[in-house]
């Protein structure tokens, strides 16, 4: 019976020693983790010239828009009422396609955005599950835009861990 009696105080006394040791808590800002990889730099890059690209053929289309408006400014008192009605009706319609463009392209943007951001997202995820691995983190909260209002000055910065695994 006192064996039994010690082997469960010991069991009480150890649980609660183990269950006393603090959580570790991690926090990163992967904003700036993401502004600092070369892999983000290129990605940016790339969206620029998508953008330009895009741009070049929103602009073509405005000015083909703004010379047959012009035209249709111009020669509107001598149009018969058909033509009118014809130029009028061409005019809505490629401003129509402009803003078909636009949305479109805002999408096309979006998507290769994601694209071009989804890897290196998943390359930093992998650091981070890393080195809260390695460095015994309970939990790592990323604090840029996730809402936290408060973390104690107990909590750890990983993002030199995160920079150094990444060779940053």
Excluded: C, H, W
């Excluded at 991690?26 to 990889?37: D, E, H, P, V």
């Excluded at 009605?85 to 463009?101: A, D, G, P, T």
Aim: net charge negative; proline share 2%.
């Amino acid at each position: 019976m006192k064996n039994l009696l010690f082997i469960i105080s010991a069991f009480l006394i150890s649980a609660s020693v183990i269950y006393a040791q603090p959580n570790k808590f991690g926090y990163i800002n992967t904003s700036q983790l993401l502004n600092m990889m070369p892999e983000s730099k290129e990605a940016d890059r790339q969206m620029r010239l998508e953008v330009e690209k895009l741009e070049e053929e929103l602009e073509k289309l405005n000015v083909e828009y703004q010379s047959k408006l012009q035209n249709y400014i111009d020669e509107q008192e001598s149009l018969t009422t058909v033509v009118k009605q014809l130029r009028e009706r061409e005019l809505m319609e490629l401003q129509n396609r402009i803003q078909e463009f636009q949305a479109g392209a805002q999408e096309i943007l979006q998507q290769r955005r994601l694209e071009l951001i989804q890897p290196i997202f998943e390359k930093i995820e992998k650091a981070i599950s890393e080195v809260a691995r390695e460095k015994g983190y309970y939990f790592v909260f990323d604090i840029e835009g996730s809402g936290i209002l408060y973390f104690s000055d107990e909590t750890e910065d990983i993002l030199p861990f995160v920079r150094e695994k990444l060779g940053l």
